[in-house]
């Protein structure tokens, strides 16, 4: 997806010999923010789908809400299903900051041009499963052209701050991490940039 205000690169395959990925991803961009998640079903194929596959239909009709909000009901869509690992980003142009939340080991990192500062926020542990969560929503600042990347744990990289440094931007960052793809598992990722 390309726009004036954002611009990323999407890759997603399934675990060898399923049809289909336990992995979901789900963007949208308006006037005002750029929302963006995630979800990784526990186990893999159609079981691990259904679980995942609650985070966009959430998204898709409260993406005006907070995160806390929406992995809230995320959490409760989960009850008496498999469960998922979910990060959820959101870029609010106006204010030129970006909050991140995650329950899982679906990981987040931020790249920021102006001071070559890489964020990692560490995830909280577990799964969304119908169980109280914790959460911990983080806030940055960014600015024109920092590069962000969200991977599910099938995305295994070595040294990230290394990747998005040397990267001309989304797309060439998106292209590096495919070259170091092992294409066993479920693997999804989202290689971005904040334009303005």
């Known amino acids: 997806m390309k726009g004036d205000r954002v611009e990323a690169y999407i890759y997603q395959e399934a675990k060898a010999g399923n049809h289909e990925s336990g992995d979901v991803y789900y963007t949208f ?45 995320c959490n409760t869509h989960m009850h008496q299903k498999r469960g998922a690992a979910v990060a959820i980003i959101k870029a609010y142009f106006h204010t030129k900051t970006i909050e991140y939340s995650c329950v899982g ?52 990289i070595r040294s990230p701050k290394a990747f998005m440094q040397n990267s001309a931007g989304p797309y060439d960052l998106y292209r590096k991490v495919f070259e170091t793809l092992e294409h066993g598992d479920d693997a999804t990722y989202i290689a971005g940039s904040l334009l303005r």
């Not at 929302?35 to 998204?59: F, K, T």
Request: contains cysteine; negative net charge.
């Open 29 to 73: 961009t308006n006037e005002d923010y750029f929302l963006c998640a995630i979800a990784d079903g526990l186990g893999n194929g159609p079981i691990a789908r259904e679980s995942a596959e609650i985070v966009p239909e959430i998204l898709e009709r409260h993406h005006d809400e907070s995160i806390d909000q929406l992995l809230s009901r």
């Open 105 to 156: 080991n679906v990981r987040f990192y931020l790249y920021r041009r102006s001071d070559d500062k890489m964020i990692y926020p560490l995830p909280v542990m577990g799964y969304l499963s119908g169980r109280p969560q914790k959460l911990r929503t983080q806030g940055y600042d960014y600015g024109p052209g920092d590069l962000f990347l969200l991977h599910s744990d099938g995305v295994d």
